[in-house]
């Protein structure tokens, strides 16, 4: 069992930045491959970012890449993701997630094992 809970999400103008961060604890948290997804009002989820266990690759969406910066510290049990250059259409509620495979995070199909609860990032314009 993994559990996660986000934070840091918050008001912010368009060209601001903002850190969200992802606790997790349970057992084995190195082992897993860890992801970011968002969903804004009366649209799906979708991917953001994601990071293997290892740290290394990264991947990210296309409406993010350049302005979003996923990372990990294990020995926190921490996750995170700055986002700079915030724009309003970043407005979404938030979400870690994790998974020992890969796909199950950036497939065409999400399912990862475990979600987070979730923090709101509002963008103003």
């Known amino acids: 069992q993994v559990q996660l809970v986000e934070s840091g999400g918050g008001l912010v103008q368009a060209g601001d930045s903002l850190r969200l961060s992802c606790a997790a604890s349970?057992?084995?948290?190195?082992?897993?491959?860890m992801g970011w997804f968002r969903q804004a009002p009366g649209k799906e989820r979708e991917f953001v970012a994601a990071i293997t266990w290892s740290g290394s690759p990264t991947y990210y969406a296309d409406s993010v890449k350049g302005r979003f910066t996923i990372s990990r510290d294990k020995a926190k049990s921490m996750l995170y993701l700055q986002m700079n250059s915030l724009k309003p259409e970043d407005t979404a509620v938030y979400y870690c997630?994790?998974?020992?495979?890969?796909?199950?995070?950036?497939?065409?199909?999400?399912?990862?094992?475990?979600w987070g609860q979730g923090t709101q990032v509002t963008v103003s314009s």
């Open positions: 997630a994790a998974d020992r495979v890969l796909h199950t995070i950036t497939g065409v199909s999400p399912r990862p094992d475990y």
């Open positions: 349970g057992r084995s948290f190195s082992s897993y491959n």
